[in-house]
Nanobody
């Protein structure tokens, strides 16, 4: 099993930047796909970005070019660099792991392990 703990959220002005981190324990290198999701009040949880064990990345259209996902397998960490933040980026951001050995998507239902979330407010 994999345990995930997010950090790095906070309050930032529009146009600002934040870097989210996710610390993974419990043999995370075995996880093929890890991703970031966010949930705004009253909205469905949506996939933001995902990265495979080998570095292939996938982004939601609304964040492509502004956000960068990265993964440090040696440090068992996942990151999300967020630049040019907008008020619409506000929400609780979750780190997640998909134990499937061959797929990497932005579909929340495919992910098996979740962190507790970290709040990001752009205002």
């Amino acid at each position: 099993q994999v345990q995930l703990v997010e950090s790095g959220g906070g309050l930032v002005q529009p146009g600002g930047s934040l870097r989210l981190s996710c610390a993974a324990s419990g043999n995370p290198y075995s996880v093929y796909c890890m991703g970031w999701f966010r949930q705004a009040p009253g909205k469905e949880r949506e996939g933001i970005a995902a990265v495979t064990r080998y570095g292939s990345t996938y982004y939601r259209d609304s964040v492509r070019g502004r956000f960068t996902i990265s993964r440090d397998n040696a440090m068992n960490s996942l990151y999300l660099q967020m630049n040019s933040l907008k008020p619409d980026d506000t929400g609780v951001y979750y780190c997640a792991a998909d134990f499937s050995p061959s797929a990497c998507t932005l579909v929340a239902g495919r992910f098996d392990a979740w962190g507790q979330g970290t709040q990001v407010t752009v205002s």
